[in-house]
């Protein structure tokens, strides 16, 4: 099943933590970001039991929402930042410093500032932000990052280890970088970062990168980033948890020597599949083409409340909330936005969808809620959280006065 753990399908009606999704969409409306807590604390378990001793940052990026934040902050979790809102946001979820791990390949002097002065954990990118580091000379922890050269297997878009990627010192340039930090007064180098992509399947490449970067001498930490991918479909599964943390661990061991202080840093892999999009069908269409005939299916949302179909193609499946397993006919999911790339499931079967139906696509708690946008003054959807039987709005909806609210 591609639902959250705690989900339900009784009569074809589908339940998430509880909560009936047809009630949830007349309750908050759709579009709507419905949150499996549940789901979001066992996946976090599953990690942190993998991991043992090692450290699970959770890359905010993925889901950067206060209310997700604070659960995986009660979870134990560090977290990833990769700006000074994000850094924001896991103040506000109650992160201090130590916990804290601050990223960026453009990272800005007052971001810096901000970062040293709660006393995050800073990888370094690039020598210029090496520099900005000396001009201010204040006490921080860092890890460098090293591109170790290694092509995985995904979006051209999201690979980022490969050599010509934007992010980190490469492994030539990674010598100066380590001789100037070891040198410097004010920084405690701990060790080396790498991250090589997202969304892959194949634990190979991790192998690699790690092969790549124990050419660059013995460090007491590690922090060997993010990426396992999750499965949007039927069609392909990734490795589990505890197979990918395994693999870690044990080319860590093998590779980097025993005893290492070990860390990742999941995103996806943890929020994902906890998030599921309700939309209202909006119209229903047939479209008669010498090659065959299409079904659209419009929906209430689209490519503001999820761009990654528009981004990386990316697959995803839909059921109607009330008719979910039973078969159907092949259907075209696409959004309310003036573009025809608006597309949200190139191809998916419904059963006779019909005008006020409601829509649910799994496994949308990923790079979702975190890409929204307001194109088309369409305002971004609200998060709701089910545990339990009982449903909370953690984020409103955005309303028209919003869209106008900056204004000067
Ligand atoms: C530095 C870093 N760490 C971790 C992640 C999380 O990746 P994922 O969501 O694929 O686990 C990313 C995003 O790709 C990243 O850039
Ligand atoms: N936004 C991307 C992932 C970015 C990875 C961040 N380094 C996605 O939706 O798949």
Redo the contacts with the bound molecule.
């Keep these: 099943m591609l639902y959250p753990q705690d989900s339900q399908i009784a009569g074809g009606r589908l339940s998430i933590g509880g909560c009936d999704a047809q009630d949830l969409a007349r309750e908050f409306g759709t579009p709507a970001y419905v949150v499996a807590e549940e789901d979001l604390r066992s996946r976090a378990r599953e990690f942190t039991a993998a991991m043992g001793d090692g450290e699970v940052v959770f890359a905010s990026?993925a889901f950067p929402c206060t209310a997700v934040l604070q659960v995986f902050h009660e979870e134990g979790l560090s977290v990833d930042v990769a700006s000074g809102g994000e850094l924001a946001l896991a103040r506000k979820a109650g992160y201090t410093g130590e916990r804290i791990v601050f990223h960026g390949n453009a990272k800005s002097a007052a971001e810096l500032r901000a970062a040293s002065e709660v006393g995050a954990r800073i990888v370094v990118d690039n020598f210029d932000e090496l520099d900005k580091l000396e001009r201010l000379q204040a006490p921080v922890e860092v890890l460098i990052r090293v591109t170790p050269g290694v092509v995985a297997d995904t979006h051209a878009a999201?690979l980022?280890g490969h050599a010509g990627s934007k992010f980190g010192f490469s492994l030539a340039q990674a010598p100066e970088a380590i001789q100037r930090l070891t040198d410097a007064p004010w920084a405690d180098l701990k060790g080396l970062h790498m991250h090589i992509g997202?969304?892959l399947f194949d634990l190979e490449p991790w192998r690699l990168a790690v092969e790549a970067i124990a050419t660059l001498g013995t460090f007491g930490t590690y922090d060997l980033g993010g990426g396992l991918a999750v499965a949007y479909t039927h069609d392909r599964q990734p490795p589990t948890v505890a197979q990918y943390v395994e693999t870690m661990k044990a080319t860590a061991d093998e590779l980097l020597g025993p005893g290492k202080t070990l860390s990742i840093e999941p995103g996806r892999a943890l929020v994902a599949t906890a998030g599921v999009t309700l939309y209202t069908i909006e119209s229903v269409k047939d479209v008669d083409l010498e090659d065959g005939a299409v079904r659209f299916v419009a929906v209430d949302g689209g490519m503001s409340d999820n761009m990654?179909p528009m981004l990386?193609d990316a697959p995803y499946d839909a059921d109607l909330a009330h008719r979910v397993g039973e078969p159907g006919t092949p259907c075209t999911v696409v959004g309310k936005h003036c573009e025809s790339g608006d597309v949200l499931i190139r191809e998916t079967t419904l059963p006779d969808p019909k005008p006020g139906d409601v829509l649910a696509t799994p496994v949308t708690g990923?790079?979702v809620y975190a890409?929204a946008n307001n194109y088309n003054g369409v305002p971004r959807p609200p998060v709701v959280f089910c545990s339990g039987g009982s449903a909370r709005l953690v984020v409103r909806r955005e309303t028209y006065e919003d869209l106008y609210a900056r204004d000067v």
């Design positions: 990026k999201i980022t997202s969304q990654r990386y990923a790079y890409m």
